[in-house]
Every structure is written in C-alpha cells, then in structure tokens.
C-alpha cells in the first residue's frame, strides 16, 4: 500500500500568532517546503460526530486574500460533494453562495477603490 505525508510547519510569534507557514507533501511537484499564508484543514472526528478545523494565517494576509481564500474552498467543497455524492442540488447552492460572495465582494473593492 502507498502512503503519502503532508506535513505544515507553523513559526510562531512571541504571542503564538502565526508568523510564518510552510507546507510539503511527498506527493507534490518539486521539492522543498512552500511558504504559505494560510491554511484551513478540516478532519472528521468520528467519535464525536463532527468536524475539527484548523484555520491559521499569519499577518501578511490581506483581507482580500483571506476572503477569496475562502470563496475558493467554498468552490471547491461544491465540486467535492458532486464528485463525492452526486448531490447536484447542494453542489449549486454552494456554486451560487460563491457567486454572491464574488459579487460582494467585487463592490467592495469597488467601493475601497473610490
């Protein structure tokens, strides 16, 4: 059986806020840790019946990069739960949160920009 490993390495500031973060995998592309500016890692615990998250960024994140961050992870949740489930239904709404988020997001820096 084939293992892979992903592995995060987090620097932390004197008071434990993210400084700086760096992620490798076995399986990537290339070699040698990637610095990053977030990361959002989601397990399922199946003891208790839900999900443990990990949401760190460290303070070179824009608010904009924070907010299309996670416009595409929504995306990318609805493309999984179709593939995952055929579930086309929840697959859309979730396609058409990330549109309206898009949107809003659009008249935001269209406003800032002003």
Same mark, same amino acid.
């Given at each position: 059986?084939?293992?892979?490993?992903?592995?995060?390495?987090? /620097?932390?500031? *004197?008071?434990?806020?993210?400084?700086?973060?760096?992620? $490798?995998?076995?399986?990537?592309?290339?070699?040698? @840790? &990637?610095?990053?500016?977030?990361?959002?890692? /989601?397990?399922? *615990?199946?003891?208790?019946?839900?999900?443990?998250?990990? $949401?760190?960024?460290?303070?070179?994140?824009?608010? @904009? &990069?924070?907010?299309?961050?996670?416009?595409?992870?929504?995306?990318?949740?609805?493309?999984?739960?179709?593939?995952?489930?055929?579930?086309?239904?929840?697959?859309?709404?979730?396609? &058409?949160?990330?549109?309206?988020?898009?949107?809003?997001?659009?008249?935001?820096?269209?406003?800032?920009?002003?």
């Amino acid at each position: 059986m084939k293992s892979s490993e992903i592995k995060f390495t987090v /620097n932390l500031d *004197d008071k434990n806020l993210p400084k700086s973060i760096q992620w $490798d995998a076995s399986d990537k592309e290339g070699e040698g @840790a &990637e610095a990053t500016k977030s990361i959002s890692l /989601n397990v399922w *615990d199946n003891l208790n019946h839900s999900t443990l998250r990990i $949401d760190l960024w460290t303070e070179d994140m824009s608010v @904009a &990069e924070m907010k299309r961050f996670y416009i595409d992870i929504i995306g990318g949740m609805a493309q999984t739960i179709l593939n995952a489930t055929g579930d086309e239904y929840m697959s859309e709404e979730m396609k &058409e949160l990330c549109d309206r988020l898009v949107k809003h997001v659009n008249e935001e820096n269209k406003k800032a920009s002003q």
